[in-house]
């Protein structure tokens, strides 16, 4: 008995010391993986678990090997989850198969980790750049990707999908940013008036005139930018120059009024397909398919269908209004001065006819009178009043030396002043 003791003691103490060694080494493993100090159990910091297979797997990548360049950074990741270096891996991975979601994630990993660790893989110019800064751009070009911008409305005219709402809520326009440079070059010193300025410019333009606008600045940054010819570049502006002066040229492309994305979304969707032409994730017949529908939805060189161009001002204050409007566009390098000269000439012209055809006003028509029946030969009684008031006037008298009478009455003789043709009244 005293021995079965004895045996069943030492078994359960060898079973506790197996249960304690065992939970130290779960321990071990925990703080290796996750904690961000030097893992002295497995000898290396825990910074740099992962980085072997992390390695092979940039080799595979970089030799066009998806699949083995996956399974070593699973297995990187796996070991260390905050790796970056097999996140970036794994993100271009699955870029290059076309699994965006996936290549988002890991791009989003690595902008949360941080830090200051630099790569070459995934930059456009191939030297090095920090990783965060790669993620963030590409991640953007990944948001680029996976959003149609351009689509075909039911006349076949290539345009944007996008709101008004959003369009005001994705950041400046490109004419809210060119009036505000304009602004402060204008007032250098004094912000408080170059806002001032800037707010009374922009009333002077509804949504519809100011998306005109931004197509033209847009297409003029890319030209500017060597993103399109100065041939593309005049062939659509020549053909919507109306959207502008629309007293002075025929009318621009039917939609050119409705919302377009900010100057940087454009911008930065062509950098994208570009850098998927460099990538090869792209070919460049695609590169270039895209491009020109994105020129064609910012300005048409062919218009399907034409808009109608505005009617003139007919009064003075809308025409001072549209002249207002005429000294922007200049200011902004939309225009010529021959094209602002000639558009100033109609805009004047349009004030002045319309002040010369104004009709005179029209007497209101007298009513014919009713023929009178001819009065009868017969001379009818008329009454005193009646026949002094048809007299004619009797001829002035002619003057006659005044003579003095002497009137007798009742004996006695008085003089009288009077005129001989009228008698006394006495």
């Known amino acids: 008995?005293?021995?079965?003791?004895?045996?069943?003691?030492?078994?359960?103490?060898?079973?506790?010391?197996?249960?304690?060694?065992?939970?130290?080494?779960?321990?071990?493993?925990?703080?290796?993986?996750?904690?961000?100090?030097?893992?002295?159990?497995?000898?290396?910091?825990?910074?740099?678990?992962?980085?072997?297979?992390?390695?092979?797997?940039?080799?595979?990548?970089?030799?066009?090997?998806?699949?083995i360049a996956e399974k070593h950074f699973l297995k990187a990741l796996s070991d260390n989850p905050k790796n970056q270096q097999a996140l970036m891996v794994g993100a271009l991975t699955y870029e290059k198969e076309g699994k965006l979601n996936k290549a988002r994630a890991y791009y989003e990993d690595i902008i949360i980790i941080g830090g200051d660790k630099t790569t070459v893989l995934g930059t456009t110019d191939g030297l090095p750049h920090k990783m965060t800064e790669v993620a963030q751009q590409r991640l953007r070009n990944i948001t680029l990707t996976?959003?149609?911008?351009?689509?075909?409305?039911?006349?076949?005219?290539?345009?944007?999908?996008?709101?008004?709402?959003?369009?005001?809520?994705?950041?400046?326009?490109?004419?809210?940013e060119a009036l505000f440079l304009r602004s402060e070059k204008i007032e250098f010193n004094n912000k408080a008036t170059a806002e001032a300025n800037l707010k009374a410019v922009e009333i002077l333009f509804d949504d519809n005139e100011k998306n005109v606008i931004s197509r033209f600045l847009i297409l003029k940054e890319l030209a500017e930018k060597d993103m399109v010819t100065k041939e593309e570049f005049l062939a659509a502006r020549n053909q919507n120059l109306g959207g502008l002066l629309p007293l002075s040229n025929k009318a621009p492309a039917l939609g050119i009024g409705e919302p377009v994305p900010s100057a940087d979304v454009v911008l930065d969707r062509i950098d994208a397909l570009k850098l998927g032409v460099e990538e090869r994730a792209i070919s460049p017949k695609e590169f270039s398919a895209e491009r020109d529908m994105i020129v064609d939805a910012i300005l048409p060189a062919?218009?399907?269908?034409?808009?109608?161009?505005?009617?003139?001002?007919?009064?003075?204050?809308?025409?001072?209004?549209?002249?207002?409007?005429?000294?922007?566009?200049?200011?902004?390098?939309?225009?010529?001065?021959?094209?602002?000269?000639?558009?100033?000439?109609?805009?004047?012209r349009a004030v002045k006819t319309s002040s010369a055809a104004k009709p005179t006003p029209k007497k209101a028509p007298t009513k014919p009178q009713k023929p009178t029946a001819p009065k009868p030969l017969v001379s009818v009684p008329q009454t005193q009043a009646q026949a002094s008031a048809t007299a004619p006037e009797p001829a002035p008298a002619e003057k006659k030396p005044f003579i003095e009478k002497k009137v007798e009455i009742k004996g006695t003789m008085r003089e009288f002043p009077g005129d001989p043709n009228v008698s006394s009244p006495f």
């Open 302 to 348: 062919n218009p399907r269908e034409r808009a109608k161009n505005k009617a003139p001002s007919r009064d003075i204050l809308g025409a001072a209004k549209d002249l207002r409007k005429l000294e922007v566009i200049a200011e902004l390098g939309l225009i010529t001065p021959k094209e602002k000269e000639a558009e100033q000439r109609a805009i004047e």
């Open 146 to 176: 996976q959003t149609q911008i351009i689509v075909e409305d039911k006349f076949g005219n290539k345009t944007f999908k996008i709101s008004q709402e959003i369009a005001d809520k994705q950041g400046k326009s490109a004419m809210e």
């Open 1 to 67: 008995m005293l021995v079965f003791q004895k045996r069943l003691t030492k078994k359960i103490l060898m079973t506790t010391a197996m249960a304690a060694m065992l939970s130290s080494c779960g321990m071990f493993k925990q703080n290796a993986e996750y904690s961000s100090t030097t893992n002295w159990f497995l000898g290396i910091s825990n910074e740099e678990l992962g980085n072997e297979e992390a390695q092979k797997a940039t080799l595979s990548y970089s030799q066009g090997n998806f699949a």
